[in-house]
């Protein structure tokens, strides 16, 4: 009971699927991180949740009633597509079925205390390897701007704000267990880990992820003066952040970088993401992406650059009710899980991060949101609660 990694023989083989599919989340090799490419374990891992809920359905002659949104979201789309005739792409919608399907019979199903603690795992393992990568090959995407990424081949690399807010949950959760919970022998692991990727999420430039981590670590505020090992912690951080970021990385991060016209220009995407949401505010514009969409309809290359303007862009204000059904959730009922109140900071960081890019049919996206469904249904050990 007190290994973080539990024999293989005491996962059930959903579990262990799923944990591969976050595991190799750096073969994605898509810049946004999207599925077209990586589809393969996926598939895998419906097909596994959807014998397993099958059988559990038979054994008990009981089918769980939970997340029932999902049926919804998919519904809906069928009925746009066939009864409202809206425009769509189909890999769009692909995605849209593949990650909401993957979402259901992964969150639907039971999972142990153990089995939560090794997805978790494995998800600081899967933003480790992309910190690593990152480090390894040390190359900058884009010419003039001194921010590097992960390349997965000579000339295509991960998008820096998707590869940053992909590994921004990682940095959290790494942390929490290195230095908010009693130290064990895995402590050490957990501080290195969350070392390198917090230094990989730096090294990216992406301020929303900083700003993000920052939201995540919120009640730490509390823990300063009961755990004086804390104040030793971030001030070194503090340090070693001051003499390890480049001077032009510094000043993007946390100098007068912020009036450098990417803001005005995100608003810019907002405005015109709005405009294209109220051409269609009811039943959506369709299922394309939100810069083929505003170039149909203003003859502008822009795009929403935020995840929830996307969906309301896509589905409408009707197709939205059933995804904010399910994003409150995880507001209402972060009590339930281990983590406590950081359950609620780690989820607001995210959704905070996800606004600032369009993720709603990336890896980036959906893999957050399984596994804080997984958490906030799983019964709370005192023995973790900080």
């Known amino acids: 009971m007190n290994s973080y990694f539990p024999p293989l023989k005491k996962m059930s083989l959903q579990t262990i699927v799923l944990a591969l599919t976050i595991l ?174 917090l230094a990989a999420i730096l090294a990216t430039g992406s301020r929303g992820a900083l700003v993000g981590f920052c939201i995540g670590l919120f009640p730490l505020i509390k823990h300063l003066l009961r755990k004086k090992i804390l104040i030793f912690v971030l001030a070194g951080l503090c340090i070693l952040i001051y003499f390890y970021i480049p001077h032009e990385l510094a000043e993007r991060l946390f100098l007068d970088s912020y009036n450098d016209g990417s803001n005005s220009r995100r608003l810019d995407d907002w405005t015109y993401g709005i405009m294209a949401f109220l051409q269609h505010p009811l039943f959506g514009n369709g299922f394309s992406s939100s810069v083929d969409i505003i170039i149909r309809l203003f003859y502008q290359k822009i795009t929403a650059h935020n995840s929830f303007l996307l969906l309301l862009i896509n589905f409408g204000i009707i197709g939205i009710i059933p995804f904010l059904s399910l994003l409150f959730k995880p507001l209402l009922c972060y009590k339930k899980s281990f983590l406590g109140i950081y359950t609620l900071t780690f989820y607001l960081a995210f959704l905070f991060n996800v606004s600032l890019i369009e993720a709603a049919t990336s890896f980036v996206f959906i893999v957050p949101m399984i596994l804080f469904f997984i958490i906030i249904r799983n019964p709370k050990p005192v023995m973790y609660v900080c």
């Open 24 to 197: 190799f989340a750096y073969t994605v090799n898509e810049q946004y991180f999207a599925l077209g490419r990586y589809f393969i374990l996926p598939v895998c891992t419906i097909i596994t949740g959807t014998v397993t809920l099958i059988f559990k359905t038979l054994k008990t002659h009981c089918f769980p009633k939970k997340n029932f949104e999902v049926f919804g979201i998919l519904f809906f789309i069928l009925l746009a597509i066939t009864i409202f005739q809206k425009e769509y792409n189909f890999d769009m919608v692909a995605s849209y079925c593949m990650i909401w399907i993957m979402f259901y019979v992964c969150t639907i199903l039971p999972y142990t205390f153990w089995e939560i603690k090794f997805l978790l795992n494995v998800y600081i393992i899967s933003a480790l390897i992309l910190a690593i990568l990152l480090f390894y090959q040390l190359r900058m995407p884009y010419l003039g701007y001194f921010r590097f990424s992960v390349f997965f081949s000579d000339k295509d690399y991960y998008d820096v704000n998707f590869l940053s807010s992909y590994m921004l949950l990682p940095a959290l959760i790494s942390f929490y267990f290195a230095w908010l919970i009693p130290w064990n022998k895995w402590s050490l692991f957990y501080g290195l880990a969350n070392f390198v990727i």
